[in-house]
């Protein structure tokens, strides 16, 4: 049986993941999937994320959670979004690799064509 929270109670790690994949639009199916927790799993965080935050859905939770600051807006596809998945310990996303071997082309070239 599933605790209910008390809303202002601190996030997991866990809900704190399922928030933002929800925030990406992910659903329960996917975000199971890629963070390899079962759908039941993802749901009672989901479940649990609300009553936290006292949100009466998921996409107010959404709303209350940006409205605190739990949920920022994250760079993708540069150098700084890259630095950020390392810093948190996360593998960074394709498009942060992408963007992170474009940076670092261009420092590469940058001496080149100042000699140049």
Known sequence: ????STPGSRLTDLETTVLRHAADGRT????ARLIDKSMPAVQD??????GKLGATSLVNAVHLA???GILRR??????A?????????EDPCDL?????????????????EAAA
């Open 1 to 4: 049986m599933t605790r209910v």
């Open 96 to 112: 942060c690799k992408a963007g992170e071997r474009k940076y670092r082309n261009d420092l590469r070239n940058k001496p080149k």
């Open 74 to 79: 994250e760079r993708h596809g540069d150098h």
């Open 66 to 68: 940006w409205q605190a």
């Open 45 to 50: 965080a989901r479940h649990r994320l609300m």
């Open 28 to 31: 329960i199916e996917a975000t």
């Open 81 to 89: 979004g890259y630095a950020a998945h390392t810093y948190r310990g």
